[in-house]
């Protein structure tokens, strides 16, 4: 087992709404590299897709695979997930539950580009702040 363990605070708190058309992570990331924030929780997230293509399957000892969920409207369920500071710009982890237009619930890891917003998608992002000393944290 590997872990390390952070100490840090919760900082701001960002309640965000996307339109039509911006891309569900890519969006997340643009909301985070605009407040200037290196390490976010996304909390949540209610609202539509145009579609969503999904990994899953994700595993040391099996290939990813993917799904491509379409429809007028696919409504996501749940989001939850992680954003970080690469160097150059903010990356988003995001998983998350669609359900399709005949109520069946998908779950995997959004891709990047992949999950246009079909009406809007209401989120919450919470900012992480660590304390960074001597190359701990603290």
């Excluded at 779950?107 to 900012?127: K, M, N, Y």
């Amino acid at each position: 087992m590997t872990a390390q363990l952070l100490q840090g605070q919760p900082g701001r708190i960002v309640k965000a709404r996307l339109q039509c058309n911006d891309d569900l992570v890519l969006g997340i990331e643009d909301i985070c590299a605009h407040y200037g924030m290196d390490h976010v929780f996304v909390k949540g997230g209610l609202g539509s897709l145009f579609r969503a293509q999904l990994l899953v399957n994700e595993s040391a000892d099996e290939p990813d695979s993917s799904i491509d969920i379409t429809g007028y409207a696919v409504e996501l369920l749940t989001l939850r997930g992680e954003v970080k500071h690469n160097g150059q710009q903010p990356t988003a982890n995001l998983f998350g539950m669609v359900a399709d237009n005949q109520g069946v619930v998908y779950s995997g890891r959004f891709v990047r580009a992949e999950a246009p917003v079909c009406i809007t998608v209401e989120l919450v992002l919470q900012e992480w702040l660590t304390h960074e000393r001597k190359g701990l944290y603290r």
